[in-house]
């Protein structure tokens, strides 16, 4: 089987399988068994694939046909342009959280040497994405789960984001929250428990722990809001990534906690994705 052929029998086996992207992961999964980029695989498709190029594309159709997801597959996922150790025990990065980098880093651009907290960090794409676009600015992740905490260890090292560390800690006790800091930023659970059956079969791979908050999702807005209030500096902000719908309702809680200035901003697809306040 060439590489081209390879391509249209993936693509059809996806389809079937139900997976919606099926044209763009039968690309990325014949780029990750043959190593080629886009322009290689069009200058090389009637290349032969290899015994173990081949397996290895069977294996990994079987897989996609059970929906485990692709980027645990690979092991790694693109999150704002740079590269992050993926696997079972922590959450995908998502697209849409490029939305809370967008508020963040228009908020930290003109401010010197800025103090970031990134709370619920999993594979660490928040954090060491600000820490890295702001040379000068120094971040502390926490994060509860010792599985998740390991992938954003192993991220700070492969992004060599030395002003970015990791500590393992709860929110509900205030991890991180005995200095003062310039951003606090959170993508926390937000899937309300009663949802659990509407999510994709992929995310059903994810750890429920990363996943999940309370009956009406709203669980984590409330703790952080009240117990890192006062870790912020004067007129530093606190921004979230929130679930659909969920923006009114936190923008409520910030309200009825003394926040000021609140936004929202929107993702790709429409949808309120960031809240974002500042503390007078
Ligand atoms: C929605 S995921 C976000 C991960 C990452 N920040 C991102 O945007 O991809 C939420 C993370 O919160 C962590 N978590 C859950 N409960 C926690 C708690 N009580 N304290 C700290 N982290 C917690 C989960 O392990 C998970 O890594």
């Known amino acids: 089987m060439n590489i081209f052929e390879a391509y249209n029998s993936t693509k059809k086996a996806l389809q079937k399988a139900g997976i919606e992207d099926y044209v763009f992961e039968a690309k990325q999964i014949i780029k990750h ?8 695989i069009l200058m090389n498709y009637t290349n032969a694939l290899t015994e173990y190029q081949s397996n290895n594309l069977t294996a990994i159709i079987r897989q996609r046909e059970l929906r485990y997801p692709l980027q645990y597959i690979f092991g790694e996922w693109s999150f704002y342009g740079r590269d992050f150790y993926v696997g079972p025990g ?15 880093l228009d ?8 103090k970031i907290l990134d709370l619920c960090a999993g594979s660490g794409c928040i954090g060491i994405t600000l820490a890295k676009e702001i040379k000068d600015s120094t971040c502390l992740m926490a994060e509860k789960f010792p599985e998740a905490m390991r992938y954003a260890e192993k991220n700070i ?16 006790e205030g991890a991180g929250n ?20 509407t999510v994709s079969p992929e995310t059903k791979y994810e750890p429920h722990t990363a996943l999940y908050s309370s ?27 929130v679930g659909i719908g969920q923006a009114n ?18 993702d790709l697809n429409g949808i309120e994705r960031a809240v974002y306040a500042n503390l007078k």
């Open 107 to 114: 908020y930290l651009k003109d401010k010197k040497e800025p």
């Open 178 to 197: 005995e200095d003062k800091y310039d951003l606090i930023v959170s993508n926390p659970p937000y899937i309300p428990e009663k949802d659990t059956e």
């Open 90 to 104: 922590v959450l995908v990065p998502r697209a849409d959280t490029e939305t809370v980098i967008e508020v963040c």
């Open 249 to 266: 309702a936190v923008k409520e809680i910030l309200k009825t906690a003394g926040f000021a200035d609140i936004g929202t901003k929107k």
């Open 215 to 241: 009956t009406d999702g709203l669980e984590f807005y409330r703790a952080i809001t009240e117990n890192y209030k006062g870790s912020l500096k004067q007129n530093g902000m606190l921004c979230y990534e």
């Open 157 to 172: 090292l492969r992004n060599k984001a030395e002003n970015a560390r990791v500590i393992a800690g709860d929110i509900f």
């Open 33 to 40: 068994i043959t190593g080629f980029s886009s322009s290689e």
